[in-house]
C-alpha cells in the first residue's frame, strides 16, 4: 500500500510539473507587474492543500529559496527547452497524428482521419517485416565488429608506441566523411578495384543478396570504429597505471589483466559505445543509399514467408533496411500516412531495444 501512494505522488508530482513549467515565465512577469504597482501575491504556507497543489504552490510558486532555485532553473532551461519542444516534440505528436491519417503528401490539409488503419496495414507488410529483420541482423553484427575493432584499435594506440597520436587521427578520419561520399568510395573499390585480384575477389561482394551486408558492415566499420575507439582511449587512459604495475609484479600476463583490470574498469565505455552503435545501426540510411541503393534483389527465406502465409516466396532487397522502407514508402510510393505510422513503429522498437541495453549493460558494469 505504502509504494502504490509513494507511486501516485511521484505522478502527481510528474503532473503538476509538466503543468506548471508553460505558464511559469507569464506567472513571473504577472507578479513582476504587480510588483510595479506595489501589490504582492501571499501564500498561506498553513493552509491545507492537496498533495497536486502543495506541489504547484512549495516547489514552483511560492517565495521559499527552493521554489526560487527552481523557478530560476526553468528560466535557464527555457530557451533550449523551447527549441526542443517546437522542432522536436510538436513535430512528433503531429507525426503521430498524421499516422493516423491518409495523407499522401498530395492531399496536405485534407486528410482523412483513418485511427489504426495503418498500422494495421504494417502487420501485414511482409517487406517491413522482412526490412525489420535485416536491421536487427545488421545491427548485432554491426555492433559486435565496430566494439571489437574499436576496442582493439583503442588497446593499440594507448601502448607506447612512437607515432601513437598520428595513428589515432588516422584511424578517426574516416568519421569525418559523409556518409554518402563514403558509400560511393566503397562501390568503386568493391566493384572496380577489388575484383582486379580475380581469384575469390572476382565478383563483387556487393552483388550477392547474401554477401551484400557484409560489405555494408565493412564499409560502416571502417568510417565508425575510429570514433567509437575515442570513447575506448578515454577509459582506458582513466585507468590507474599504479594497478597496471601492481598486477605485472604479481606475475599477470597481459590477457589477465585484460580479463581483471581493464574491462571491469572500461566497463562505463562499453555501456555509451554499444548504445552509440545500437542506434546509428538501426537508423543506417545514407551509406546504405549511396552503397547498395537497399540491393541487391533475393529472395525472401521461407521461414519469414510461413509467418506472413505466403504462397511463393517474393524477391526482396537484401539491404532495404527500416530506414529505406519507410523512405520508399514515404517518398517513392507516396504513402506518407503508413510511412509515418513504420517510423513510429520503429521509433518505439528502437526505444525499447535501447532502453534493454543500457539496463543490461549497468547490470554488466555493477557485476565486473
Not at 20 to 42: A, N
Not at 185 to 197: E, K, P
Not at 273 to 292: H, I, N, R, W
Amino acid at each position: 500500500m505504502k509504494i502504490l501512494q509513494t507511486l501516485n505522488h511521484r505522478i502527481l508530482f510528474l503532473l503538476a510539473t509538466i503543468l506548471v513549467l508553460p505558464v511559469l515565465p507569464f506567472f513571473s512577469i504577472f507578479r513582476m507587474i504587480l510588483k510595479l504597482f506595489g501589490k504582492t501575491i501571499e501564500f498561506n504556507n498553513e493552509k491545507k492543500r492537496s498533495y497536486f497543489m502543495d506541489v504547484i504552490v512549495n516547489h514552483w510558486i511560492s517565495d521559499t529559496t527552493s521554489a526560487q532555485n527552481n523557478r530560476a532553473f526553468v528560466y535557464f532551461l527555457f530557451p533550449t527547452l523551447s527549441a526542443f519542444t517546437l522542432f522536436v516534440m510538436v513535430p512528433f505528436f503531429h507525426g503521430m497524428y498524421l499516422s493516423m491519417t491518409n495523407w499522401t503528401g498530395l492531399n496536405t490539409g485534407r486528410e482523412i482521419f483513418t485511427g489504426f488503419d495503418n498500422y494495421r496495414t504494417i502487420l501485414g507488410d511482409f517487406r517491413f517485416g522482412y526490412s525489420l529483420i535485416r536491421t536487427g541482423i545488421y545491427s548485432v553484427l554491426n555492433i559486435l565488429v565496430i566494439n571489437v575493432v574499436a576496442f582493439l584499435l583503442a588497446l593499440l594506440v594507448t601502448q607506447n608506441l612512437k607515432l601513437k597520436n598520428i595513428y589515432r587521427a588516422g584511424f578517426f578520419m574516416p568519421n569525418l566523411i559523409g556518409g554518402l561520399v563514403l558509400g560511393y568510395i566503397w562501390q568503386f573499390l568493391f566493384n572496380r578495384a577489388i575484383v582486379q585480384f580475380g581469384g575469390i575477389f572476382s565478383t563483387s561482394i556487393l552483388n550477392s543478396g547474401s554477401t551484400a551486408l557484409f560489405g555494408l558492415i565493412i564499409v560502416v566499420t571502417w568510417q565508425y570504429a575510429g570514433y567509437i575507439m575515442m570513447i575506448y582511449i578515454a577509459a582506458l587512459q582513466n585507468i590507474p597505471q599504479d594497478l597496471i604495475e601492481a598486477s605485472k609484479i604479481d606475475g599477470a600476463n597481459a590477457i589477465q589483466r585484460l580479463k581483471t583490470i581493464t574491462l571491469p574498469l572500461v566497463a562505463q565505455a562499453f555501456t555509451v559505445a554499444m548504445f552509440l552503435t545500437l542506434v546509428t545501426s538501426f537508423k543506417q540510411f545514407d551509406t546504405v543509399m549511396s552503397l547498395t541503393q537497399g540491393g541487391p534483389a533475393t529472395i525472401m527465406p521461407q521461414w519469414i514467408g510461413n509467418f506472413y502465409n505466403l504462397a511463393e516466396m517474393p524477391v526482396v532487397q537484401s539491404t532495404n533496411l527500416v530506414a529505406i522502407n519507410i523512405y520508399q514508402e514515404a517518398f517513392s510510393r507516396y504513402q506518407m500516412g503508413v510511412g509515418q505510422a513504420k517510423a513510429i513503429v520503429f521509433f518505439a522498437f528502437l526505444l525499447v531495444i535501447s532502453l534493454l541495453q543500457v539496463y543490461y549493460n549497468k547490470r554488466r558494469e555493477i557485476e565486473l
